[in-house]
């Protein structure tokens, strides 16, 4: 009887209180971040705007690096659509090769007698009355005996110094890169890891 009684009188109550729940629950708070998630986006962040800053600056200097040069080649010598400069800088041939192509060209490739008189000439003036051997762009460091030019393409022209005494080339597998020498324009086959001046395009 008395439990009777106890149900009958909570049970509007138990009632009235089950339609008051929504039926739809809130969607629960975001759990706070915690500090070290904080720091670990803001330094994401941040490396992420150095390398973009750090690619922007490097652009900007490779653009002034090849400005640079062209601006160097009024210096130089204009052979029909080409312009050449030496430089009294000592490099072995892999450096020198590198360093005309920082200033936006390339070692000099002399393609025919025209241009290999022409740059002849230009570099016995430039180093008049010494005797200077310069870098060209020439090298059979892929295969011995087939000679390439920097951009890969086929040597087909060739101002060998030819002597009884020393005829080139002459070095066999050890010399594998070519220098013009400064007073007669001839070409002579070296060690690429001795250092000399450099003539660029």
């Not at 750090?54 to 653009?63: N, R």
């Not at 110094?161 to 066999?172: A, M, T």
Request: net charge negative.
């Amino acid at each position: 009887m008395c439990v009777c009684v106890f149900h009958q009188a909570y049970e509007p109550e138990v009632k009235r209180t089950r339609g008051d729940v929504p039926d739809i629950l809130p969607e629960p708070e975001a759990e706070p971040t915690s500090p070290v998630s904080d720091f670990e986006n803001s330094y994401n962040y941040v490396v992420g705007e150095l390398e973009d800053s750090i690619q922007e600056v490097y652009q900007h200097s490779k653009d002034n690096r090849k400005e640079i040069g062209r601006l160097e080649c009024e210096k130089g010598q204009r052979i029909g659509y080409k312009c050449y400069l030496v430089y009294n800088s000592l490099e072995d041939y892999a450096g020198a090769s590198r360093k005309c192509i920082e200033r936006g060209g390339r070692m000099a490739m002399p393609r025919d007698r025209k241009e290999q008189e022409a740059l002849a000439d230009y570099v016995k003036n430039f180093f008049h009355p010494g005797n200077w051997p310069v870098w060209l762009g020439v090298n059979d460091l892929r295969s011995e005996g087939l000679y390439l030019f920097d951009d890969g393409t086929r040597v087909t022209y060739f101002q060998w110094r030819k002597h009884f005494l020393s005829s080139q080339p002459d070095g066999g597998r050890r010399e594998n890169c070519v220098a013009m020498s400064s007073d007669d324009g001839d070409w002579w086959d070296h060690y690429c890891d001795r250092t000399m001046n450099y003539m660029c395009e």
